[in-house]
T-cell receptor, first 117, second 114 residues
Framework: KAGVTQTPRYLIKTRGQQVTLSCSPISGHRSVSWYQQTPGQGLQFLFEYFSETQRNKGNFPGRFSGRQFSNSRSEMNVSTLELGDSALYLC????????????????FGPGTRLLVL | AQTVTQSQPEMSVQEAETVTLSCTYDTSESDYYLFWYKQPPSRQMILVIRQEAYKQQNATENRFSVNFQKAAKSFSLKISDSQLGDAAMYFCAYRSGTGNQFYFGTGTSLTVIP
């Protein structure tokens, strides 16, 4: 079974631009979560989508948004980029714990490394 | 919100030796799950080991084991017979028994010295 894929793998943008990142979950996984990873901060939760609906949201400004399509693929968008948005953005997919159990892990993609100049 | 703390930003261990990575968490919940993830350099994060809070027995996976102290809210990872391939960033994570959100620590970078 193919793993979680993320595109693009690397991005360089300038301040003020916007960016869209894509994530394709493992087949059969309907939950997709997004994280921002920066040195010293660890993984900061952005949001989780399940069946095209945002189910959880972290403490990030409204410039960060996402969506999920009917095939469970997900995109996240960052508008008006700031220097501090430079980070590794990780996507993780999982089965619905309400049916599969909360012991289930998330499966991570390789990440998209975003550099804002 | 739950918090997860990893107080050791960096650790090193000699090859074949044992190392313990620390993790503490704060929660008022009784039903939850704890995970250790490994992120090798430029590679995907993978699950190392998990522990259900309701289980008293510490989880083990080959050379990896945990010391789960529920009352102390401590969840340390022990790596025995360390190998060069164990070099990575290790993240401790918490998940409620009623929600899908994971809470991660800031990570511990492990170096394995040949």
């Amino acid at each position: 079974k193919a793993g979680v894929t993320q595109t693009p793998r690397y991005l360089i943008k300038t301040r003020g631009q916007q960016v869209t990142l894509s994530c394709s979950p493992i087949s059969g996984h309907r939950s997709v979560s997004w994280y921002q990873q920066t040195p010293g901060q660890g993984l900061q939760f952005l949001f989780e989508y399940f069946s095209e609906t945002q189910r959880n949201k972290g403490n990030f400004p409204g410039r960060f948004s996402g969506r999920q399509f009917s095939n469970s693929r997900s995109e996240m968008n960052v508008s008006t980029l700031e220097l501090g948005d430079s980070a590794l953005y990780l996507c993780a997919s999982s089965l619905d714990p309400r049916t599969s159990g909360y012991q289930e892990t998330q499966y991570f993609g390789p990440g998209t490394r975003l550099l804002v100049l | 919100a739950q918090t997860v703390t990893q107080s050791q930003p960096e650790m090193s261990v000699q090859e074949a030796e044992t190392v313990t990575l620390s993790c503490t968490y704060d929660t008022s919940e009784s039903d939850y799950y704890l995970f250790w993830y490994k992120q090798p350099p430029s590679r995907q994060m993978i699950l190392v080991i998990r522990q259900e809070a309701y289980k008293q027995q510490n989880a083990t996976e080959n050379r990896f084991s945990v010391n789960f102290q529920k009352a102390a809210k401590s969840f340390s990872l022990k790596i025995s017979d360390s190998q060069l391939g164990d070099a990575a960033m290790y993240f401790c994570a918490y998940r409620s028994g009623t929600g899908n959100q994971f809470y991660f620590g800031t990570g511990t970078s492990l170096t394995v010295i040949p």
